[in-house]
Nanobody, 114 residues
Framework: QVHVVESGGGLVQPGGSLRLSCAAS????????MGWHRQGPGKQRELVAT???????DYADSVKGRFMISRDNTKNTVYLQMNNLKPEDTAVYYC????????WGQGTQVTVSS
């Protein structure tokens, strides 16, 4: 069993920042890619950012220059630093961890509103 738990969501004003964390635990031998998806109200789930084990990153065009993904392999943890947040960033953010298969967290709500 692999457990994935996100934290760090909340309510923030436009232009503000949040940092999401996601920790994996359980029967883990090695973790490959890690990343974040999100699903806004009335929208389909979309990829936000991914990071490979060696640190290569990829971002959705809508968050480039504002979000930064990073990871700590010693802690099996991935982070998402979100800056200059916009109302359209409002969504449930889901973390995934690839270890023989994708394992997903339960999601954390991010609300950007004044």
């Amino acid at each position: 069993q692999v457990h994935v738990v996100e934290s760090g969501g909340g309510l923030v004003q436009p232009g503000g920042s949040l940092r999401l964390s996601c920790a994996a635990s359980g029967s883990i031998v090695s973790i490959g890619a890690m990343g974040w998806h999100r699903q806004g109200p009335g929208k389909q789930r979309e990829l936000v950012a991914t990071i490979t084990r060696d640190g290569s990153t990829d971002y959705a065009d809508s968050v480039k220059g504002r979000f930064m993904i990073s990871r700590d392999n010693t802690k099996n943890t991935v982070y998402l630093q979100m800056n200059n947040l916009k109302p359209e960033d409002t969504a449930v953010y889901y973390c995934y961890v690839f270890t023989f298969a994708n394992h997903w967290g339960q999601g954390t709500q991010v609300t950007v509103s004044s």
